[in-house]
């Protein structure tokens, strides 16, 4: 079935630092991709997606890029905030049954000033 | 206009007691969904509801049961609770199917003694 899998924290890192975090997935068929964000004591929020092959979505100063010859949703941002502190999320809505979605396991950043 | 809302925040249930958690949306969506976040493992689908009146099993079904009586509710129950059902629970809504991103709810903490 499909799945999606992102690397393990927690990641700490400076102010301004640059920021990736990994997310491969396997899947049949065209599924769609996105990154989510959960801040402490909150549910998740839709950051970006990407619906295509070689999309790139954006926001933040996030961004992700839906790699079909690599399977993966690698998120980046080049100069990390304080504010950005939280738990991403990598998500993959399946192709063909548009109600089945499969998350990683949440990768926990800390950025510290 | 206040979202996903889910109730309660936080419950301490014995083994085999029975609850049912609400989750209420404002926003007229048509797809509503069930997860429950472990450490490690991400969020799983529970159920589904692509409407009112309709539910669909996730991918861990198992010891629940759902209702959706009402477009903007939809209730997610534990007949005989287990301690394999420590939990915390996030209710989703969304729109429609294909590239709309879900709108999640706070989350509930349910503890199973």
């Known amino acids: 079935g499909d799945s999606v899998t992102q690397m393990e924290g927690p990641v700490t890192l400076s102010e301004e630092a640059f920021l990736t975090i990994n997310c491969t997935y396997t899947?049949?068929?065209?599924?769609?991709l996105f990154w989510y964000v959960q801040y402490p004591g909150e549910g998740l929020q839709l950051l970006l997606k990407a619906t295509k092959a070689d999309d790139k979505g954006s926001n933040k100063g996030f961004e992700a890029t839906y790699r079909k010859e690599t399977t993966s949703f690698h998120l980046e941002k080049g100069s990390v905030q304080v504010s950005d502190s939280a738990v991403y999320f990598c998500?993959?809505?399946?192709?063909?049954?548009?109600?089945?979605?499969?998350f990683g396991s949440g990768t926990k950043l800390n950025v510290k000033p | 206009n206040a979202g996903v809302t889910q109730t309660p925040k936080f419950r301490v249930l014995k083994t085999g007691q029975s609850m049912t958690l609400l989750c209420a949306q404002d926003?007229?969506?048509?797809?509503m969904y069930w997860y429950r976040q472990d450490p490690g493992m991400g969020l799983r689908l529970i159920h589904y509801?692509?409407?009112?009146?309709?539910?669909a099993k996730g991918e861990v079904p198992d010891g629940y049961n759902v209702s959706r009586l009402k477009k903007q509710n939809f209730l997610l129950g534990l007949e005989s609770a287990a301690p394999s059902q420590t939990s915390v629970y996030f209710c989703?809504?969304?729109?429609?199917?294909?590239?709309?991103?879900?709108?999640f709810g706070p989350g509930t903490r349910l503890t199973v003694t």
């Open positions: 926003m007229n969506h048509e797809y």
């Open positions: 899947a049949t068929g065209y599924p769609s």
């Open positions: 998500a993959l809505r399946e192709g063909y049954n548009f109600n089945k979605f499969y």
């Open positions: 989703a809504s969304s729109y429609g199917p294909s590239g709309y991103e879900q709108y």
């Open positions: 509801s692509v409407g009112e009146g309709t539910t």
